[in-house]
């Protein structure tokens, strides 16, 4: 089915000033937060309220969720905290009714992207156009899932680091095999032959620089946090140390001089555990959502070089350098598992 027949629109959300409040909580804690900052800011605001979920730093104490309202020409009411909602792409889905079906909204959604191999990030945002404490049958929520533009990505570095004119010819057939409305079979042909041409023009330093900056975001609240631990002593020991508490994110990385080795954890240990072949390890093993179910498609390994970002990311964000990851080990090259050796700079 396409989007419009599944009631599910492509947006592009501009960049909002909001004044907001941050708690931990859970969907339903919602309303009683809107109610809360509303009564705070209510001459100042515009608009309907916007919940903004960051999955990236779920715990036991439930999910990350800043409730926020957009402000009137930047005017802010005092003793509140305000900030920029940055501009996005999302899907969208209106849902009408109790929470109790919210999830079947959002099911819609979820279930066209893993068809259409569409990638999407860990924020999630909700926006109530009406919200009745009284009777939540005629709440209007819509539900906006934020995409990661993978493709958007690779656009913008495959310019920075060859040029345009290679980035031309690297991208071609992108608006007729790799839109929102592209068929999974024809999103896997494109990035197939996207990346045998990045292969034929690129050396291994252009192609760690250039998809390394295509990886998902890593959550930026968990990097400012393990960078407060690093700035403290300058001790890389202690950050690791704070790692091991959260297995789950971090997968136990182990130091060795320079050098630091992590392995990915499967998306699904217990099948990982019970696989009798290779093929059914794997099956269970990569987290791309590209990459899981199309293994037998020939795909180029310089693909993995996006994975590398992941760490990319957190730990330049943790130690404010540049640090250089070597791909040991992945699924593209036949082994079972996808592991890195991190570079770190030398006075660490």
Not at 178 to 191: G, H, P, Q, V
Not at 233 to 252: F, P, R, T
Not at 331 to 344: M, S, V
């Amino acid at each position: 089915m396409t989007l419009q027949e599944l009631g599910i629109t492509h947006k592009k959300i501009k960049k909002k000033f909001v004044v907001y409040i941050n708690f931990r909580g859970e969907i339903k804690d919602i309303p009683p937060k809107i109610d809360e900052l509303y009564q705070k800011c209510i001459d100042y605001v515009i608009g309907p309220a916007i919940a903004v979920i960051d999955y990236g730093v779920y715990s036991e104490d439930g999910k990350d969720i800043d409730i926020c309202f957009e402000l009137t020409d930047q005017e802010k009411p005092g003793n509140i905290k305000n900030k920029f909602l940055e501009g996005i792409e999302v899907l969208s889905i209106t849902h009408q009714g109790t929470y109790d079906t919210l999830n079947k909204a959002f099911q819609k959604i979820s279930n066209y992207m893993q068809e259409h191999l569409v990638p999407g990030t860990s924020w999630l945002r909700l926006i109530y156009h009406k919200c009745n404490n009284e009777n939540s049958e005629e709440n209007r929520i819509e539900i906006q899932y934020q995409l990661h533009k993978w493709d958007d990505r690779l656009e913008i570095n495959l310019d920075r680091v060859l040029g345009k004119k290679k980035r031309e010819e690297i991208m071609k057939d992108r608006d007729n095999l790799f839109t929102l409305e592209s068929c999974s079979d024809d999103r896997i042909k494109w990035l197939k032959e996207t990346l045998n041409r990045i292969d034929k023009v690129a050396n291994d330093d252009d192609k760690y620089e250039i998809l390394s900056c295509c990886a998902h975001e890593f959550s930026q609240k968990r990097i400012e946090f393990l960078s407060s631990i690093y700035e403290k002593n300058k001790d890389i020991d202690e950050v690791l140390k704070e790692m091991e508490k959260d297995y789950a994110w971090y997968e136990n990385p182990i130091r060795k001089g320079n050098k630091i080795y992590v392995s990915k954890i499967p998306v699904n240990p217990e099948g990982y555990e019970k696989a009798k072949t290779l093929e059914e390890k794997k099956k269970n093993y990569c987290h791309c959502r590209f990459i899981n179910g199309n293994l037998d498609k020939g795909i180029s390994p310089t693909f993995c070089n996006c994975s590398t970002g992941w760490y990319r990311q957190y730990w330049e964000g943790i130690l404010g350098k540049q640090v250089r990851i070597k791909i040991l080990k992945s699924l593209l090259k036949g082994d079972d598992i996808c592991q890195f050796e991190i570079f770190l700079p030398q006075d660490n």
